[in-house]
């Protein structure tokens, strides 16, 4: 028994969450272990036999449920407040126990601070990459690989004459963006692309809203998304490049014919 005892007693002591016990006043009794005395930022002696709501953030006080010895009253993302001013995100859980016939609740807490960190940063970098598809200058746009449009950027909204929301859950086919002939070529894209297959540049010409043509060269890349094959299209818009390269032709063509005819 001794020995059991002096086992539970190290695994209780060295024990990475933070645990200890509170009784129906809510108030710690018996011991704290050393992950818990860590987050709290206390000695033993000043946590032991005080009311366990007093290591929280004051505003979240008043969040905390009733405690019910029957069930599980509490599964919950709380903040400590170590003196220091320090918070400290924790992950707790409260299960109901009997000691001695008493009931009691064993409190087990882990420390999230460098989840929450990570979490943060990830949100971040999320809000840095959207930023820069919301303003690239080419037109960036998600589909799925029925050509169902899912998402794109501000420069797809001009470049179409789409509201996002106009364009978000409706093909090209529906929206009418390509002819006839245009159809072949893009369904031949859409197939690569669900066999793991970049394409382009390739050159379409695109039906706006309000009926305008704009000649595009579009890139498409098969991306995967929560598991999801979705096809990253960049669309770029040639219209003065063609006019530029019409100009030159007809130019070219001139010259030629100037000088056949001087010769």
Not at 145 to 171: C, H, M, P, T, V
Not at 221 to 229: A, R, S
């Amino acid at each position: 028994l001794q020995e059991s005892e002096t086992r539970l007693s190290m695994i209780f002591k060295n024990d990475p969450t933070g645990i200890f016990i509170v009784n129906k006043e809510t108030r710690i009794i018996f011991d704290v272990n050393d992950s818990a005395l860590k987050s709290i930022g206390l000695p033993r002696g000043d946590v032991v036999g005080k009311i366990c709501h007093k290591f929280l953030c004051p505003a979240e006080m008043g969040s905390c449920p009733i405690c019910d010895f029957g069930e599980v009253v509490d599964r919950s993302e709380r903040v400590l407040l170590k003196p220091d001013g320090t918070r400290v995100p924790i992950l707790k859980s409260v299960v109901p126990i009997k000691l001695n016939a008493e009931n009691y609740l064993l409190e087990n807490f882990i420390d999230i601070t460098e989840r929450k960190r990570l979490e943060e940063e990830l949100r971040n970098s999320e809000e840095r990459l959207k930023i820069i598809f919301d303003y690239a200058p080419d037109a960036y746009y998600l589909n799925d690989l029925k050509g169902n449009f899912i998402d794109g950027n501000i420069a797809a909204e001009k470049l179409l004459g789409y509201d996002r929301n106009e364009l978000i859950g409706k093909s090209f086919l529906k929206l009418n963006l390509l002819s006839l002939k245009q159809l072949p070529m893009a369904a031949k894209l859409l197939v690569k692309n669900s066999l793991g297959q970049a394409t382009g540049p390739d050159e379409f010409v695109l039906s706006q809203k309000d009926g305008s043509k704009v000649a595009v060269e579009i890139l498409s890349h098969p991306v995967k998304i929560k598991d999801q094959t979705m096809v990253l299209g960049i669309a770029r818009d040639i219209t003065e490049r063609k006019r530029a390269d019409m100009a030159l032709k007809e130019s070219e063509e001139r010259y030629t014919s100037l000088f056949q005819g001087a010769a």
